[in-house]
């Protein structure tokens, strides 16, 4: 197994970190500033998030780099993506953090383009990641992180910032979506 799949690996076993920080029961403590808090516990989920959501990219450049791109790679590294997402999203509804409908319209754009790939690699075609979709990943990424840590240090500044970011990451997921169902129309004549 190469390095780059190590990495895409570690980034799906980090996933049940995230969530037990972030749901655990016990707390491990609060960060409290000008009386607003954080507890130890969303801080380390927040942590954990950004380090395994920044190792996306990293495993992609090392494959590419070294060229030891693999089938196994290409399987496991939109796996990792979807499981990291997901497993926060679903986390943060179950914290009333994030609205259930949100996680819903921005794990079904997923579904659906999983989907189209599935479709497309049926006739032989490969749709790679374009523009729009990693822009989605980003600002997806970004709502999360700062829905984790509860809007911190926005609050201090009293500006919604996790909410304009969520609702970004929802445009753009959306947006993102149609657009890849509109450039590959013709996959899905074509496989009618």
């Not at 445009?171 to 450039?183: A, E, L, R």
Request: aromatic residues 8%; without cysteine.
């Amino acid at each position: 197994m190469n390095l780059a799949n190590k990495i895409t690996l570690a980034r799906i076993f980090l996933v049940p970190f995230i969530m037990l920080f972030l749901l655990i029961k016990y707390d491990l403590g609060t960060i409290s500033i000008a009386g607003e808090g954080l507890t130890y516990n969303e801080l380390i989920a927040a942590l954990i998030f950004i380090i395994a959501a920044s190792t996306d990219g990293l495993d992609g450049y090392i494959a590419r780099k070294r060229k030891q791109v693999t089938n196994l790679g290409k399987f496991l590294d939109p796996l990792a993506d979807k499981l990291l997402v997901t497993a926060a999203l679903i986390s943060l509804v179950e914290m009333d953090r994030l609205l259930a409908f949100v996680a819903i319209v921005i794990v079904s754009r997923e579904f659906a383009v999983t989907g189209l790939r599935l479709i497309a690699a049926a006739e032989g075609t490969v749709i790679s990641a374009s523009k729009l979709g990693k822009l989605k990943t980003v600002t997806q990424i970004v709502a999360i992180a700062i829905l984790m840590l509860d809007n911190f240090p926005f609050t201090f500044l009293n500006l919604p910032v996790d909410q304009i970011a969520v609702w970004l990451a929802v445009i753009i997921t959306i947006v993102s979506g149609v657009d890849y169902f509109y450039k590959n129309r013709s996959i899905i004549k074509k496989s009618k």
